[in-house]
């Protein structure tokens, strides 16, 4: 197959093994959008990123022999997912190549946020010496509920039950999907139960997932962890229940005001509960960095191969 590179790929695995596997692989990731366009025709498949929007205009583009888009990492909310169904578009994406790496970074937040590292370190660095106002929390004494038992849920879920947490999981998408790490349950028991809650799941069919509603539905204050999607939380909301102790703290990779991927306002351009958050004490924040590690680029790419390999063998 004719296979265009329009992101550079992060681990040169990938474009090597299609290579070695027979497949003819061209570079495009410095071509602009028009360039990019006048050429699909002459390709069997993509490889991307986030650089540029998969949508109707690009799909119309290629040939109507065309097979596949590969989105190097998890999310696909830049793909138009329903317009490549109706092309006979097969789209592949790689969750399975950084749920080791998510799931570390969400137990890692949730740490940071139970015993006010960030906070401690910052004083320590300007001088002061708090010890009482830092007493922090055992993670082993809470419940965890997810959102989502996919592959980024089940890894947290290990992670978790290692220290001594019970686990509920909720996934609307799924059934019979309760092991030994976590036990399935229904929403209104999660929100009925939960100390903490972390999100894996995809912004398809939950924009603003966490909203009011959502949050005001829990029988107690509760700690939120998002490493999935910045949307799928209503900043605006989050904050008045940060402000009114519904929500105790906030450790948050992603953010509603990313523009896309990795790309990200101005200081001076950040509205009002985005600013909130950055001097909030009740937050952990990272940018967008959950699924990244030296490990996750190799599994991205060997993820993809496997995939693209079984389905046009």
Not at 102 to 110: I, K, P, Q
């Amino acid at each position: 197959m004719q296979i265009a590179f329009l992101d550079q790929a992060a681990h040169p695995y990938l474009q090597q093994a299609l290579a070695a596997a027979g497949h003819t692989v061209t570079d495009l990731c410095t071509r602009d959008r028009a360039y990019i366009l006048s050429v699909l025709k002459d390709f069997d498949g993509l490889m991307i990123r986030s650089r540029l929007n998969i949508d109707r205009e690009l799909l119309d583009a290629c040939g109507p022999d065309f097979k596949f888009v590969a989105r190097w990492g998890v999310g696909t909310d830049h793909i138009d997912l329903d317009y490549a169904r109706a092309r006979g578009i097969t789209v592949f994406n790689s969750p399975e190549g950084s749920k080791h790496t998510v799931a570390e970074h969400t137990v890692g937040m949730l740490l940071m946020l139970l015993n006010h590292l960030g906070r401690a370190d910052r004083q320590i660095r300007a001088g002061g010496w708090i010890r009482r106002g830092n007493v922090g929390k055992e993670l082993g004494s809470l419940t965890v509920g997810l959102i989502g038992y996919g592959n980024m849920g089940q890894m947290t879920a290990r992670r978790l039950v290692g220290f001594g947490c019970r686990v509920l999981a909720h996934d609307k998408f799924r059934e019979d999907y309760g092991d030994e790490y976590a036990e399935a349950v229904s929403l209104a028991t999660l929100q009925e139960q939960a100390d903490v809650v972390s999100l894996h799941l995809f912004l398809e069919g939950n924009h603003y997932y966490v909203n009011e509603d959502w949050i005001n539905a829990f029988a107690k204050p509760f700690y939120l962890i998002n490493t999935a999607r910045g949307l799928a939380v209503n900043t605006e909301d989050l904050v008045a229940a940060l402000q009114q102790g519904r929500v105790l703290g906030a450790a948050l990779d992603v953010h509603e005001y990313e523009e896309q991927s990795f790309v990200h306002l101005e200081p001076g351009e950040l509205p009002a509960p985005f600013q909130y958050l950055r001097e909030s004490e009740q937050t952990v924040l990272t940018p967008h960095i959950a699924g990244w590690s030296e490990e996750a680029e190799e599994g991205h790419a060997r993820t993809l191969f496997a995939k693209i390999t079984a389905a046009f063998a």
